[in-house]
């Protein structure tokens, strides 16, 4: 049930306290939710504490390492912005001097909040959604920078043209909007109400990560049956043919571009998911119990989400180590729960990415002979083939002696599970909806091993694509 307020408040459970990594603070008992967190008293900033930090070598140490990390996942797109001037300042000793002060005085004004906040609490809420989200985010537009050009550093040909094609991707509006329409539906599927007695929170993750596969889908095979079929049709490609660039360079090297753009937009599509699925647990809390308010602690009731809660133990003790034990602590260790539910989530993304690329890479290949509508109406057969040949298989061994109509369809099922991928094998419900805890570990082998066989698929789809574009007319 979506309505209502958790039967017991925050201040029966006050006065619980725990001790971590050098400090020691009241929360609101040991499985605290950030809304009861926020019913709690004594929250306000003590200016008597702002000048704690000068006599704290340690906590100043911390903040100047939370903003270097920070400046180092800013150098790529700083550096994207202004290039000349960026290795002009490189190379100069007062430039770098700057860059320096300008780190160090940060990492005071770092020190500083943490000194003047005091509410350790309050300041793993601020590492986890501000700190762990905004280093989150530059990680992902340093992938965007440099994913390209270090495919065109490997290959230089090919990538120059994956890197036009990335390019041009990433400039469509079309990119864009799939993108925010993507995004407005992640988190109007917080608010939904699912009627699932107790399972809300699964059916809008399995819909979150439906949403993080699709879209990337629906860009792909549009902009691969546009753009590669335009360059056909309209006799650009013989320009590009003209160029020491081959057909074979031409082709693999499109699809990589457009597989890029499709997975940036997946990386900022789980940026989204990151929060919209923490604040269903907060939005409904009657049905969706907290996670213990100390990452290492032992759940003592059902954990709503156990493949996060398992990252933790991995995921926030890297965090820790980075800064010395004390008031900073809490800061980086919000900013491991953050990349905790990243990581976890991640491997969700991964798993439903090899829809994606073994979808573009037929219609990659379609697009060498076939019109932009033909090539979509095939895409799309494809996928609803590819999700249903199991589902029939199954059915109709189960449905034995029930005559020639259902051994016919048991036929047709198995000749296009064996010629057809099975995209089912790249859903995430088996692993979301389950009575038993999925180790995430044992889950991102079987992420691994799914993903080898969407390459394996990808490469015979990209070779009969060659095998059409070879004899070609271009002319």
């Not at 499985?31 to 926020?38: F, G, N």
């Not at 979808?359 to 609803?384: G, Q």
């Amino acid at each position: 049930m979506r309505s209502g307020r958790r039967a017991t408040g925050g201040s029966a459970a006050a006065g619980a306290l725990f001790s971590r990594g050098g400090f020691v603070h009241r929360t609101a008992g040991p499985r605290a939710s950030y809304r009861e967190y926020l019913s709690l008293p004594n929250r306000t900033p003590s200016p008597a504490r702002m000048f704690n930090w000068l006599s704290d070598p340690k906590l100043l140490l911390a903040g100047v390492v939370l903003a270097t990390l920070q400046f180092v996942a800013a150098l790529p797109w700083l550096a994207a912005i202004d290039p000349k001037g960026f290795k002009s300042a490189a190379k100069s000793p007062t430039a770098l001097g700057y860059a320096v002060g300008g780190v160090l005085l940060a990492g005071a004004g770092v020190a500083w909040f943490i000194s003047y906040r005091g509410d350790p609490v309050g300041l793993q809420v601020l590492g986890r959604y501000l700190y762990g989200s905004l280093l989150h985010f530059q990680l992902i537009i340093d992938l965007f920078l440099l994913m390209p050009l270090a495919l065109t550093a490997v290959w230089s040909k090919g990538g120059a043209v994956a890197y036009a094609a990335f390019r041009e991707c990433c400039r469509q509006p079309m990119f864009w909007l799939i993108a925010g329409g993507a995004t407005a539906l992640i988190w109007l599927s917080v608010a939904i109400p699912y009627f699932t007695f107790g399972d809300d929170y699964k059916m809008m993750k399995q819909i979150g990560f439906d949403l993080v596969m699709l879209a990337p889908v629906l860009f792909g095979v549009l902009a691969a049956s546009t753009s590669i079929s335009e360059q056909i049709e309209g006799r650009t490609a013989v320009t590009l043919m003209s160029k020491p660039v081959n057909r074979r360079q031409f082709l693999i090297g499109k699809y990589l571009g457009i597989l890029m753009a499709c997975f940036v937009m997946a990386l900022l599509l789980t940026w989204v998911l990151t929060p919209a699925l923490r604040s269903m647990r907060e939005f409904d809390p009657i049905n969706n119990t907290a996670d213990p308010a100390d990452p290492y602690g032992i759940p003592t009731d059902k954990v709503v989400d156990p493949m996060t809660l398992e990252a933790q133990r991995t995921v926030v003790p890297i965090f820790e180590k980075l800064v010395p034990a004390g008031a900073a602590r809490p800061v980086a260790q919000g900013a491991g729960l953050w990349f905790s539910d990243a990581v976890a989530h991640s491997l969700g993304t991964l798993l439903g990415f090899g829809q994606v690329t073994i979808l573009v890479a037929i219609a990659s290949a379609l697009a060498t002979r076939l019109s932009f509508v033909v090539n979509v109406v095939i895409c799309l057969m494809v996928y609803f083939l590819g999700h249903l040949a199991p589902v029939i298989v199954l059915a109709t061994q189960q449905a034995q002696g029930g005559g020639v109509g259902v051994g016919l369809v048991g036929f047709l099922g198995q000749l296009f599970n064996v010629l057809l991928p099975s995209l089912e094998s790249f859903n995430m419900s088996r692993a979301i909806i389950r009575e038993s805890p999925l180790p995430l570990w044992e889950f991102a082998g079987y992420v691994v091993t799914v993903f080898g066989y969407s390459l394996i698929y990808t490469n015979i789809a990209l070779l009969i694509g060659l095998v059409l574009f070879e004899d070609r007319d271009l002319a």
